[in-house]
């Protein structure tokens, strides 16, 4: 019996500039970001979608959007990951670990940078998306019973959102 996959694909949310002298991994979050999490981790809600596990970068602007995402959907923080392999690594990393992830696993929400989430995406659409924005996110539901079989040809819905598409 074939299942359906849902990949949410979620860029962090807006980082902030601030801190001069500050590495890249450790930039947190603006106070827009912070707003624009909730607001879309609200939308996702409304919409009825929960990821059954949110796997995010380490990075403290994709881990803080992943804790947002979690909360503001109730799920609980046994379901969110830190995998080192979601920043800055390239479409190939982020494509082994989706392709790797145990099946019994429907629903996946994965929290990273551009341009390679946008690159991912991307690699499942025929249409492109030219950016996915800070707190953008890209939902994609295929006809697979396993996550190593998802493919654009058995993509069956998408949808594309971000804070200034109201």
């Known amino acids: 019996m074939v299942q359906n996959k849902t990949l949410y694909i979620g860029r962090h949310a807006k980082s902030s500039w601030d801190h001069p002298g500050r590495s890249d991994i450790d930039r947190p979050l603006a106070e827009r970001g912070v707003k624009n999490a909730y607001d879309m981790a609200h939308r996702m809600k409304e919409r009825g979608d929960k990821p059954e596990l949110i796997i995010s970068s ?47 696993i429907e629903s996946l929400m994965i929290f990273g940078h551009n341009p390679d989430f946008t690159h991912l995406a991307n690699y499942f659409l025929t249409n492109h998306v030219d950016n996915i924005p800070t707190c953008g996110l890209v939902s994609l539901t295929f ?18 959102d971000y804070p200034k598409n109201q």
């Open 58 to 104: 380490p990075a403290n602007r994709a881990l803080h959007t992943a804790i947002i995402f979690a909360r503001g959907l109730r799920l609980p923080f046994s379901r969110l990951q830190v995998n080192e392999d979601l920043y800055m690594s390239g479409e190939e990393n982020l494509l082994n670990i989706i392709f790797g992830l145990d099946n019994n």
């Open 143 to 160: 006809n697979s019973a396993g996550w190593e079989e998802i493919h654009k040809s058995n993509l069956v819905d998408f949808l594309f």
